[in-house]
């Protein structure tokens, strides 16, 4: 089966750096992608790693290591738009490329 | 270039009732795919489509039929609401290819009593 790990909640305050976890066990794996959804809202696209590594896209980065089954966001110089949760979401090869979700991770950013 | 839409945007139902939740894509997108999302959690795949007039179930399908007759909808059909049933659903797409990203629709809330 595929099951995909993160934390429930993180708070942090204004221009500080967060990072969010994710450990999987995924059969079948080939890619690691990380959505955004504010309250309310649809999820949207943030970034992907299919290689071991880093991945930075402006404010936000990804990384992923396949030998730990491990991933992590990195959310740099906080905002208060960044207030949302954010979900891991592991690719499995097979008919129809589905992912398959984590829990989710709410981050709250404070003043 | 509306993306993904989705309709109807909230709807009550009583146990029983049935109805039909419709997902348009304007993008030429081959896949695409229905989720539900409860509260505080994450999205669980309920059917799928890989291209016009193919369906297959995902994980959590018991409940829930599909049609995709023509490439830029997805049906998404309740035959007997239940309120286990009570949840957002999105609707999303992409493109054929390994890592495309998803686009998601803005989503259909339905509370069945």
């Known amino acids: 089966g595929q099951s995909l790990e993160q934390p429930s909640e993180v708070t942090a305050v204004e221009g500080a750096i967060v990072q969010i976890n994710c450990t999987y066990q995924?059969?079948?794996?080939?890619?690691l992608s990380w959505y955004q959804q504010h309250d309310g809202g649809a999820p949207t696209f943030l970034s992907y790693?299919?290689?071991?590594g880093l991945e930075e896209t402006g404010r936000f980065s990804s990384f992923l290591s396949r030998s730990d089954s491990y991933g992590y966001l990195l959310l740099q110089e906080l905002q208060m738009k960044d207030s949302a949760s954010y979900f891991c979401a592991g690719s499995i090869k097979a008919a129809g490329n589905k992912l398959t979700f984590g829990g989710g991770t709410r981050v709250l950013v404070k003043p | 270039n509306a993306g993904v839409t989705q309709t109807p945007k909230f709807r009550v139902l009583k146990t029983g009732q049935s109805m039909t939740l419709l997902c348009a894509q304007d993008m030429n997108h081959e896949y695409m795919y229905w989720y539900r999302q409860d509260p505080g959690m994450g999205l669980r795949l309920i059917h799928y489509?890989?291209?016009?007039?193919?369906?297959a179930k995902g994980e959590v399908p018991d409940g829930y039929n599909v049609s995709r007759l023509k490439k830029q909808n997805f049906l998404l059909g309740l035959e007997s609401a239940a309120p286990s049933q009570t949840s957002v659903y999105f609707c999303?797409?992409?493109?054929?290819?390994?890592?495309?990203?998803?686009?998601f629709g803005p989503g259909t809330r339905l509370l069945v009593l």
């Open positions: 790693n299919a290689l071991d």
């Open positions: 489509s890989v291209g016009e007039g193919t369906t």
């Open positions: 999303a797409s992409r493109l054929t290819g390994l890592g495309e990203t998803q686009y």
């Open positions: 995924t059969s079948g794996f080939y890619g």
